[in-house]
């Protein structure tokens, strides 16, 4: 069974622009996650998905980020416009109940210059 | 909100030695406490977690060890490997609550 997959493994962009990053979770995971973990601190939450809604985005920072699941199956996180601080490994999970253990993709680098 | 702190960021070994990873927390509601490990490059993974009603366990070299009135625990690591080496992250989680507050992470190095 393949797991959790994120794509880009990898982005560089330059401040003022925007990233749409992607998350695909295990299939038949009603709960999807997305987490950041900016160089040396804490894996922070951002927001939890339960199919297609949205049911806790207490983490989004503000509102330059918007998380979407539409038809409650992939995800997307799209950041507009960059800024330097938003830097980081994002990584996205999955889990089939709330309360079951989440499995974590590889993750997404976005580097902001 | 909960507040965990993970010590140390960074724990050197020679192979065969124990390595010890400790984090605090402050949410007394808090009754999960999982523990993951990130290979360089990889995903981070479930190696092993502990609830509030017990006091210790163990798989294989592993074990985890939980004392709830200190708001303490700590993973242990007996025999490292070379294959030990990655960040070890600790994590709560609180009743009713399906989100983790995670440490900053150990990076545990094994030398041979």
């Known amino acids: 069974e393949a797991g959790v997959t994120q794509f880009p493994s990898h982005s560089v962009i330059e401040k003022g622009q925007t990233v749409t990053l992607r998350c695909d979770p295990i299939?038949?995971?009603?709960?999807l996650y997305w987490y950041r973990r900016v160089m040396g601190k804490e894996i922070k939450f951002l927001l939890h998905f339960v199919k297609e809604s949205k049911q806790d985005e207490s983490g989004m920072p503000n509102n330059r980020f918007l998380a979407e699941r539409t038809g409650g199956t992939y995800s997307t996180l799209k950041v507009q416009p960059a800024e330097l601080e938003d830097s980081g490994v994002y990584f996205c999970?999955?889990?089939?109940?709330?309360?079951?253990?989440?499995?974590f993709g590889p993750g997404t680098r976005l580097t902001v210059l | 909100g909960e507040n965990v702190e993970q010590h140390p960021s960074t724990l050197s070994v020679q192979e065969g030695d124990s390595a010890v990873i400790k984090c605090t927390y402050s949410?007394?509601?808090?009754?999960?406490f999982p523990w993951y490990k990130q290979e360089l490059g990889k995903r981070p993974q479930l190696i092993i977690d502990i609830r509030s009603n017990v006091g210790e366990k163990k798989d294989q070299r592993i074990a985890v060890t939980l004392n709830k009135t200190a708001k303490h625990f700590s993973l242990h690591i007996t025999e490292t490997q070379p294959e030990d080496s990655a960040v070890y992250f600790c994590?709560?989680?609180?009743?009713?609550?399906?989100?983790?507050?995670f440490g900053r992470g150990t990076s545990l190095i094994v030398h041979p």
């Open positions: 999970a999955s889990s089939q109940t709330g309360f079951n253990e989440q499995f």
């Open positions: 299939s038949g995971h009603d709960n």
């Open positions: 994590a709560t989680v609180s009743g009713g609550s399906y989100i983790p507050t």
């Open positions: 949410d007394s509601a808090s009754n999960y």
